[in-house]
């Protein structure tokens, strides 16, 4: 118990050192005089995401938490929770860390997971919640983390398998919606992706035929252990086998067929990185050794790619000593935390200082003495923040005997300059046994200066300097003399790295000199740079800053340039292809060519790489640009996983004659199983053998089961209540369709996942039909399931993005939709106004003008939530080009048809109009009929000489035209009058026009 509590209370800092990348110790009191740290050696999976979070800016993380039975006894006061919440305590405070070039907080995003003999939430699933973490959510994200785990110990099972496939399907979902959001996959770089895995036991998995089980819902098929059933009826033999399959799955080797930790390795630049924390002490040595083995390669052999560089276990074996190796779990270094109390000196140029303590007993306080004698009791319960001699003091405790202690050195004061001291009080009840470390910091890191590029096979000069937090140079003082600054370069690919001789310049200026082979392939490398403080008053941590910089040509060679380096893919469904584009341009010095070679490709569904350029040389004249399509093509309709491949490309100048350069290109993927459309062919095939009817029955049946909508937390829709279409143009009042992805909202973003009979989308209203209906298509048994759209009778246009057709329905008041809908757009007119000069034609023959000067309307767009990243710019384009180019006369007659019947006089009016009398001694009654018009024409009609009305009848007739009449109730298309003053089409307002001055147009 007493380990457990030191591994939880060690976790505050796994991630916080992020921040802080390197530290010395300073200087303590003999009682607990401090050792010198050690940096960890080589490439670690701490630096490599450090690198990540500083030069992508983006950090997604998913924690795993062991929710099975066996911690009611392992863990029975749940610190399992509060080692969450001191990992969450760490993030936060690197999201609020500045870093990079640019200074910018690092966006962190954090998912809570719990798993046991299944995965909660449900990874296969939509609505996932990830969770912003930085110092404004951290205390909502960690009452969260409470309710969610505190109690979270009932689980059957420790399925590792079944989890890192859970997170790993988490970290490509968020990755996806993240290149979604910005609006380009061909250059959404992935975020920097991290796994916390907090397990107290072995991989166990149980007879899956008990109550428990079934309570729970487990499956009784696991997805890597085919051919397997664990529902043995407590035979060991089978769920043994389970096992055996699942290690088997997480540690295969073998390229393409290698296991899940080898794809963990290479997702990505820097990989799905792990960290693995024991949460017992009580593993048995083969256990202890398998886990070690999956995550940094270091105990029994698991796959071919683990090694520290991409993993870190830490065991409850190891004391309380794991607080500390935690805080410094990012840090490059291990500091060996100290015995009692210390002392330290703060120095000009200082920034803060951290102090970690265990107290060893429940109810010790931190004493805290400052420069002018102030001294300071933080313990637990006590105000978060105070103020000491200049300095702002923060306490975070996260148990009841671990606390962080941050001290920042307030700017505008001298007072905290000079030393501090800490001890610990009550001391002395029991075996308390206080121990800490202590950190110093500076308010600077690296920055890169001007290019952030390296020259391929020529010398590269790289200035760097020093910046402050408020964005302002270090130009002198003590920090500049008393720094050493030293660096290094990786290339992500070899993952070599190399030294870089920097030298220090007058104004604070280094200046780092390197070279590139001109035989590298790398498109990119990494630039570490790390300063380094010594002096009696600098003892103080050494800062990191990592960089990316792309990787070119000399000036004046001719090679052409592939950009980008990196390809995101859209997703793939089943046996299908995505692609993406790359540009190639031509030097400003010369031309030259392309040609792209054979992909090293690994992935689900034998996947295969192609390009549109084929295997020749894709020629570019100088400054010219072209581009090539770039895909990934699979073969198997069940694959589901993620693809990763590396194009090489060669460059060749017109300059250099018989030289080459090669770049190596980076695609990725994500594939899904193809739903089963054939079934129901095949089932009508087997059932025609016995009949006619049976199979018709059965269609009809499987039409109705499938006649639905794809679900509404699926599919997203923008609907643009104000279009206006004019000739070769489509927009709105406010300016152009927007064809950004943010423009799409999804239909539904509550409830579950399910697909809809029926949909309203702004104002249209969305119906399935099985197999055909009265109204529109008759018995469509084998063309399947469709859509039709209708808004309150109203005409509506519509059209498909790509391939494809649909068919308007019921004279134009409806229109077929497909039932995904993704891809489809909707039209509903509600005004059609006609050039003046085509009035007249336009009554005459009943067939209007081509193209009417203004159509306005309401504009529906479908897309799909998970389609392609240029799914919604597409669409907008399709709706923009069929618009555009429309024939509106048989809209027209639609609208006119449906102004006249609702102009048309109710029952009780024609009576009055039927025994009406004239002043003037016009007709004594006027008839209404509903076979011909007053004029003779085939539609209802109501006239007369002289009265003030006129009642124009339907299409194919003409209302009769008065000699003074003041007003014209205009029908269909076909109706004209020829002496009215007024229109109700909405020109009532425009001067009469057209033969006898007529201004009656709809």
Known sequence: MRALRAVAATIVFLLAALAMPSVVPARTASQ????????????TAASRLATCVQTRGRLSVV???DESGSLAATDPDAQRVEGLRATLAGLSRLADTPSGSDRRRPRVDVLLAGFSGKVVPDPSAAGAQWRSL????LDGVLQTAGRLYTDADTGQDTDYALALTGARRF????????ARADGAAETAARPCQAVIFFTDGEFDI???????????????????APGVDVTGDGRDVTVEAAVRAGKDYLCRTGGRTG????????????????????????LSQADRSFLEGMTDGTGTPCGDRRSPKVGQYLGADGSQDLFFKFGDLLAGADTAPTEGDGEFRAAQGMDRFILRAVTGADGVAVRLTGPRGHRLDLRLGGPTTQRLDGATITQRWVSRRAVEIEGRFDRRSEDWIGGWTYGFTPVGAGDTRPRSTLQLFADVSPVLLGRKEIVRGAPTTLRLALQRRDGTRVTGGPLITGGTMTAEVTDPESSETSPVSVTPEPGGLFVARTSLPGSSAAARLFLKATIEFSGRDLQVAQQTGSFQLAVRDPPGQG???VTPDELHLPSIAGADTAGAMVTITGSSSGGGCVTFGTARVSGPGRPTVATDAGTGCVRVGRGQRRTVRVTITTKDDDATGSVDATLPITLQSDLKRGETRSVLLRLDGEVYSKPKVALRWAIVSVLTLLGIAIPLLLLHVLNVLSARFAPPQRVRAQVVDDVVVRPADVSTDRGPLRRDWEAFGLLSDTGQSRAVRELSVGPVALHAVASGSREDRRLTLFSGPYGVATSDGRPIVGGLAGAGEVVPLRGGVAHEVPLGLAGSWLFVPEDIRWPEEAAAAYGDDGDGPAQPDEVRGTLVLFVADGGGLTAAADVVTAAEGALGTHTWTAVSGVLDAQRAEADRPSPLARLKARFRRSDDGGPQDVPWTDDESAAGGSGDGFADDGPDDEWGGSSGGSASSGSGSDDDWSGTSGSVDTGSDDDLAGRDDEEPSGPGGSSSNW
């Not at 005089?33 to 490439?43: E, V």
């Not at 309570?215 to 997805?223: K, R, V």
């Not at 296991?259 to 009580?282: E, I, Q």
């Open 206 to 224: 149980r007879d899956r035929n008990g109550r428990k089980a079934r309570a729970q819902g487990l499956p009784t098929q696991l997805s890597y």
């Open 259 to 282: 296991g899940l930790m080898d794809a963990y390795a290479t997702d990505g630049t820097f990989g799905t990185l792990l960290f693995t924390v024991a949460l017992s002490s009580r």
């Open 63 to 65: 924690v795993l938490m």
């Open 134 to 137: 930085n110092p404004s959510t």
């Open 171 to 178: 970290l490509q979902g968020r990755a996806a919606d993240l």
């Open 32 to 43: 607990g005089g401090g050792r010198p740290a050690s940096p960890a050696a080589g490439d």
């Open 559 to 561: 090679f052409p340039v």
